[in-house]
């Protein structure tokens, strides 16, 4: 079992005359929307939330191309799997630029990797759900992309700034994943009454995890608190959430779907779409490692991880030889 921790003990925000000189100079920069970069000053607790946060995004890109990925080889057409291929090749791409991200804050990917195979890290609760049919990966495209779009354009003002210039970058191609998304399950709620049927299906069945991939409610959320005073958060788990709802369900109207949750409605005093809670102990049981998938997307990584060892011993072998070679060359020439 591969169980993710689940409680994190958060001590509460510091106020200012309770922080040392440096912290109130750090604060100053935060307030002021000056970048933190790696070799500035930071508080321990803000370089280990960034590691925590940027850490699980970096597994979640690379665990999240496994459901799709799974689909490679049944792509309705030509055209549909080239496009799938490009998506799930970004996925590791994003990836790697996260680790890169995470490895200036003074840890390595190999032990980030290590952790998340031992279940000490997370990774997105929505990749613990199975891609059953196609019209579930236009549904992944674009409800779940949709959903990591609004939560990293937020991000791509985060304090840290190679997060944040991560962030950017990710984002641009996260558009092209979820118009992609869009495009075919439009195909499909637009074709036969078949395939109107299986769009219905995926949206009922991804709506609820799709809302779970912005955190516990508000209330329940152990870093927020912190994680928005330091600019690392932009926006609340709530917040996102709703921005979601309010961007989807048109969209969903629009496909002439039904609405996945009878309790959504257009609230005008709000001026924002009413909805229902996802189920929160069915979450919190996911981070547990009790999902339908945690144990095979698990597996899978770990296997792929065990099965890679060659290839990185000859990439070091490689770098080794050269390095000696490198200075062999440089001692005869002196
Ligand atoms: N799943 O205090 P909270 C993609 C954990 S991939 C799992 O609110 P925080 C894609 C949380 O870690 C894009 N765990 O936490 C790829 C904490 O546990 P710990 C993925 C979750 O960090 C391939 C505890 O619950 N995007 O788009 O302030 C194919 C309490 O939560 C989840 C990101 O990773 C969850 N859904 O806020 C297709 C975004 N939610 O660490 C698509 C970056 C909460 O104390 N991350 N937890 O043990 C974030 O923005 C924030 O970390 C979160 C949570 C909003 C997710």
Not at 43 to 56: A, K, M, N, V
Not at 108 to 115: A, C, I, L, Q
Request: proline share 4%.
């Amino acid at each position: 079992m591969y169980a993710q921790m689940v409680k994190t003990a958060s001590d509460g925000v510091k106020s200012r005359k309770d922080m040392s000189p440096e912290e109130a100079a750090f604060q100053e920069k935060i307030d002021a929307d000056i970048k933190i970069e790696p070799r500035d000053w930071m508080p321990e607790d803000y370089r280990r939330t960034l590691i925590r946060q940027i850490g699980q995004h970096a597994h979640s890109e690379v665990v999240g191309q496994l459901p799709e990925g799974n689909w490679i080889t049944r792509a309705p057409t030509l055209e549909r799997k080239m496009i799938l291929l490009a998506k799930v090749q970004d996925e590791a791409g994003h990836g790697l630029y996260l680790y890169s991200a995470a490895e200036t804050l003074g840890v390595s990917r190999d032990e980030m990797v290590e952790m998340l195979h031992a279940g000490k890290m997370k990774y997105s609760s929505i990749f613990n759900y199975p891609t059953l049919n196609w019209a579930d990966i236009g549904a992944v495209g674009w409800l779940v992309d949709g959903a990591a779009i609004i939560n990293q354009v937020a991000l791509q003002r985060t304090s840290y700034g190679p997060y944040s210039r991560a962030m950017i970058r990710i984002c641009k191609e996260e558009s092209f994943h979820a118009r992609q998304g869009y495009s075919a399950i439009m195909k499909m709620a637009f074709g036969t009454p078949e395939q109107k049927r299986m769009a219905q299906h995926a949206v009922n069945r991804l709506w609820f995890p799709a809302l779970m991939m912005f955190g516990p409610s508000d209330k329940d959320s152990v870093h927020s608190e912190q994680s928005m005073a330091w600019k690392i958060k932009i926006k609340t788990n709530d917040e996102l959430r709703q921005q979601f709802v309010d961007q989807t369900v048109p969209q969903i109207l629009y496909l002439g779907l039904e609405l996945p949750d009878p309790n959504i409605k257009w609230n005008e005093e709000r001026g924002h779409y009413d909805f229902s809670d996802p189920d929160w102990s069915e979450f919190f049981n996911v981070l547990k490692g009790n999902g339908p998938c945690n144990t095979d997307r698990m597996k899978d990584r770990v296997g792929a991880w065990e099965d890679g060892a060659w290839v990185r011993d000859g990439l070091m072998a490689h770098a080794r030889k050269r390095q000696a070679r490198k200075e062999a060359a440089k001692i005869a020439a002196e």
